[in-house]
């Protein structure tokens, strides 16, 4: 190999400017990335998000692509970030902790960090290590540092969940466990009260479960049947075109059908199958006299249903 001829000091040197190019190069793809945001490219490639489209179609692994995104999201609000990994003042692992820090506190407390507290940070973070940046984000936003969540996939397919939380967050469980008690083994581990409560939410939340259940017992589906005849004769008013009611029994049956979300890239034939807030769409919209039929009905997760949304009110503004 060539390397070996190459003395200590070229080596060395050679090294140094491939990790300067490698940071210029970063600096360009989290501008890149930053566009994608912008266009939403992700949805209309078929990906329900930024995460998916970075790992399913760029490749990235999961940790290398929540940094770069982390990195994004931050560089919308405070740009001297590129410019400061591009120079090497500060890392991606830096800047993914400032942007997670920054994001708990907001979501935990509700109270915003400032734009000058967040450009502050940046500065701050400026040539430390990672465990310093790590104590002064502590003490600036005045958080104890928690362990992120880590999920750890074993060789029989069992997964290994460790997750820190709040005082309030574990009261929480230790309430649902008492709530949970008639219903689960006395001594149930925690695995079997998650279980048992994750069996709640998908009796209660699951529209697809709740079609198989309804329709295998005939009694309960007449008495559907006749709810939405019901409501629909018992209205005073005569619903409005445009937020026409769709009958439960008719919702039930499109998510039956569909499961997850219908998008598809028309270009790549890709489709999102995405089960996360999936909503019913219209296909042709009601504005444009489509009606309440299950051809003229999809599954859309939110993501999609709101872009698809945007893209016809672009369609109708332009013309
Ligand atoms: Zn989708």
Known sequence: MTLKKLTDQNLDKNLKELVSGEREILAEIIFHIIEVECRKLYLKFGYASLFEYLTQHIGYANGSAQRRIDAARLAIVVPKVVGDLESGNLNLSQVSLLQKSIRAVQSD????????????????????SFAESEVVVAQV???????????????????????????????????????????????????????????????LKDKTKE?????????????????????????????????QHIPISLQRKVFQRDQCCQYMDKVTGRKCESRWHLQIDHIQPVW????????????????????????????????
């Open 109 to 128: 407390s509700k109270t915003k960090v400032d734009q000058k507290t967040k450009e502050d940070l940046v500065d701050l973070l400026s040539n430390k």
């Open 141 to 203: 936003l005045d958080i104890t540092p928690m362990e992120s969540t880590k999920v750890t996939n074993q060789r029989d397919e069992s997964v290994r969940l460790e997750v820190t939380l709040s005082k309030s967050q574990w009261e929480k469980l230790l309430k649902m466990r008492e709530l949970l008690s008639n219903t689960i083994p006395a001594g149930s581990n925690w695995g079997q009260v998650l279980e048992g409560a994750a069996d709640k939410v998908i009796m």
């Open 211 to 243: 079609n198989q259940r309804t329709s295998a017992k005939s009694t309960r589906h007449t008495i559907f049947k006749n709810q939405d005849t019901q409501s629909n004769e018992g209205r005073a008013k005569p619903p409005k075109p445009a937020r």
């Open 288 to 319: 444009a006299n489509g009606t309440n039929t299950m051809e003229n009905l999809r599954l859309l997760c939110a993501g999609h249903n709101q872009q698809i949304y945007r893209w016809q009110s672009n369609i109708t503004k332009h013309h």
